[in-house]
């Protein structure tokens, strides 16, 4: 799949610094350029709400979260364009070609492409989303950082 392909979940930019949620929601995450260290750096914040909800009360209870972000909260996904423009000409017929066109025109948000297929009738979009094999080692880290939390000293 092409760079242009990929799919980003923004609510808002600000100085360049992608947001998605906010600090009264349960997370928030913030995306930015670290030319510091030659990389993008994605940042997550797990509020109170969330840990709560998920009975996430100690120190030690962290361990737990990796299950509970990933993949419901955070994952990387492409869009499975073929499975959606075959799903789109069954259910469209010769109109699938413009909804296809205005779908890829609003791939850069996750959230305004499921609205835009909203609109033109396609609902349960999330059929359509394909995780990354990134996401693996995002567990991973999430795993080796909250492991940390098991050895920590009062």
């Not at 979940?9 to 600000?14: E, S």
């Not at 510091?36 to 509020?47: C, I, M, P």
């Not at 066109?101 to 996750?110: E, F, H, M, Y």
């Amino acid at each position: 799949m092409q760079p242009s392909e990929r799919v980003a979940v923004v609510q808002t930019r600000k100085n360049n610094t992608l947001y998605y949620g906010s600090r009264k929601s349960d997370k928030l995450v913030r995306g930015y350029e670290k030319p510091e260290v030659g990389s993008y750096r994605v940042e997550l914040e797990a509020h109170s709400g969330l840990l709560r909800r998920h009975g996430i009360f100690m120190l030690d209870d962290l361990v737990r979260l990796p299950e509970v972000l990933c993949p419901k909260h955070f994952q990387f996904v492409d869009v499975d364009w073929n499975h959606l423009g075959g799903y789109l000409a069954k259910k469209m017929g010769s109109r699938s070609d413009r909804v296809i066109a205005g779908a890829r025109q609003r791939r850069g948000s996750i959230l305004r492409l499921q609205r835009y297929l909203r609109r033109k009738g396609v609902f349960n979009t999330h059929r359509f989303l394909l995780p990354r094999a990134i996401n693996k080692d995002v567990v991973q880290a999430l795993k080796r950082w909250a492991r940390g939390f098991d050895n920590e000293e009062p």
